[in-house]
């Protein structure tokens, strides 16, 4: 589910009611942050206690939806839950350290990310654990590129590896050197 915060109300009403008629009955893994698909699935819950995962995957199943990744789950002591779930039952969950920041493209990586890993023939519930890893590492890997928000680095994994300890040389600059290279972000959230 898209961040659809700054859009008009009417728009929004449109938007989400053509989303519930041609998309959800199309799709077989609802991905989205807990509190988007609670207000968007459950508008009008009343009562006192947040609805968990299964009451969410209950409102996307009776929209089409087999299957509901709910991520951004508060838990406790610093951690954040995400879970996939049935209106049945909780196929599989991921615990991940909270990240104080507040990112641009998280659920597009994580909804990527698991569509690649369905699609080479992983299991849902094993595809939706690497998938989330992936996003954990992303998440703790990316970088503010300005005043705005964070944004995941995707290549995380494509970096050069340092070892403990490791030190340029003294002598001056590394004639080896490629002087056109870009400098690795260093910038951390």
């Known amino acids: 589910m898209p961040n659809l915060s700054w859009w008009e109300d009417d728009q929004i009403d449109q938007y989400l009611d053509a989303?519930?008629?041609l998309l959800l009955p199309q799709t077989s893994v609802l991905?989205?942050?807990?509190?988007?698909?609670?207000?968007?699935?459950?508008p009008d819950w009343s009562s006192e206690k947040n609805p968990g995962p299964r009451d969410i995957a209950k409102a996307a199943s009776e929209l089409g939806v087999p299957y509901t990744l709910v991520t951004g789950l508060t838990a406790s002591d610093q951690h954040i839950d995400n879970v996939l779930a049935t209106p049945e039952t909780v196929v599989g969950h991921e615990k991940f350290e909270r990240i104080e920041a507040v990112f641009s493209g998280a659920g597009e990586t994580l909804s990527a990310a698991l569509a690649a890993l369905i699609a080479t023939g992983l299991d849902l519930s094993v595809a939706a654990s690497e998938a989330l890893h992936y996003l954990d590492r992303c998440l703790d890997e990316g970088f503010r590129p300005g005043m705005g928000h964070v944004i995941p680095d995707r290549l995380f994994w494509a970096l050069p590896e340092t070892e403990e300890g490791e030190e340029g040389d003294e002598?001056?600059?590394?004639?080896?050197?490629?002087?056109?290279?870009?400098?690795?972000n260093e910038t951390k959230h």
């Open 171 to 184: 002598g001056g600059p590394d004639m080896n050197a490629d002087f056109f290279e870009m400098p690795i």
């Open 31 to 42: 991905v989205g942050h807990h509190s988007t698909l609670r207000r968007w699935l459950l």
């Open 19 to 21: 989303f519930r008629e």
